[in-house]
């Protein structure tokens, strides 16, 4: 349930609603809006009794919230969520373009991409110190080293950046080098890696899992939210399906779909979708074309010699044409 709060209501007014909320055993997240606050309550299992409510000073109403993610909803703050870090802003006007190798491998590939990404436009560094692999005889990342490099390419360019963290006690390191944490598809049903998501104070992106639907998508970043941090991202970054043609198939349906429910930005990653760089431009077009607030693109100056994903890593004159190519994304 939500208590929707009067246009002119004082903190104290929204506080004492926390309170009651409280003694009922529930718990109260106010929900700052553009025109008014409200203070969802979740903890509760079935319908709240909302008289108490209603009576207190500065309450307008209430109002059931239908869907199981509350937070994430719509309903619960219908504007959409803006996420600025800096001047950057996820989920403003602009789509935000995040670009970088799959993991970072030295302090002179990280910075040789960065600084071409950076020339056509990028505004975010992508690139992985803690590498989750399906074998684990494959590259695991080179750790807090390549958290140091990324921090060099943070200070040298000027790029934000996003890097991965890939369980509940790596995070404490991740937070405090990156500008937005990433969970990744594996961990998408990591609860105990949501829950401390939740407590930092840096955005996350969170990637949807292979095999998961959009509401376990949206129930996952509840968990986030639910715990204190409202700074979600979603990213779409294919799912499995029979289809051979390509790595996974890129759910562009999903954008529409979760702007319909939710509030969150979300951004799309055509090259894990995709698994061959042949194919990033065309899909990264038809991501900007349905809405997408942003784009996670894997660039690297010799995919070749990559450690881990050249094959669908554009080559910097590709991300260049990629830049141009989403400023018209229909024709
Ligand atoms: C990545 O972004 O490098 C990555 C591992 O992605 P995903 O979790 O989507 O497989
Ligand atoms: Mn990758």
Do not use: W
């Not at 399906?241 to 779909?257: M, V």
Request: aromatic share 4%; hydrophobic share 40%.
């Amino acid at each position: 349930m939500l208590v929707v709060m009067k246009n002119d209501a004082t903190e104290a007014q929204v506080q004492a609603v926390i309170q009651e909320i409280e003694s009922l055993g529930y718990r109260g997240i106010p929900m700052p809006g553009a025109q008014r606050t409200a203070v969802c309550i979740i903890g509760n299992k079935g319908m709240v009794e909302d008289s108490r409510l209603l009576a207190l000073d500065g309450v307008k109403e209430t109002i059931r919230v239908t869907k199981p993610y509350k937070l994430v909803s719509k309903e619960t703050h219908p504007e959409p969520t803006i996420i600025a870090i800096g001047d950057v802003k996820i989920g403003g006007d602009k789509p935000v373009i995040m670009a970088g190798p799959c993991a970072v491998e030295s302090e002179e590939q990280a910075l040789t991409i960065a600084r071409l990404v950076k020339e056509c436009g990028a505004l975010v560094f992508r690139g992985g110190a803690f590498k989750p692999r399906t074998s684990p005889y494959s590259f695991q990342g080179l750790g807090e080293e390549g958290l140091k490099i990324l921090e060099r390419v943070r200070k040298e360019t000027g790029l934000l950046i996003v890097t991965e963290a890939i369980d509940h006690t790596n995070i404490d390191i991740v937070e405090k080098y990156a500008d937005i944490i990433q969970i990744g598809a594996r961990n998408m049903h990591n609860y105990s890696l949501l829950r401390r998501a939740g407590h930092t104070a840096k955005p996350i992106l969170l990637k949807r899992g292979f095999a998961a639907t959009i509401e376990e998508l949206l129930m996952s970043a509840e968990y986030i939210m639910s715990e204190g941090n409202t700074q979600v991202i979603l990213c779409e970054r294919g799912i499995r399906t029979f289809s051979d043609s390509t790595r996974n198939t890129l759910d562009l349906s999903a954008i529409p779909s979760i702007k319909e429910v939710s509030h969150l930005p979300i951004v799309v990653d055509p090259s894990h979708a995709a698994g061959r760089r042949e194919y990033v431009i065309p899909l990264s077009r038809g991501a900007i074309a349905v809405g997408a607030d942003g784009l996670l693109v894997e660039v690297h100056h010799d995919p070749r010699h990559a450690l881990s994903d050249g094959m669908q890593s554009l080559y910097p004159e590709q991300f260049g044409e990629l830049m141009k190519a989403i400023k018209h994304p229909y024709y």
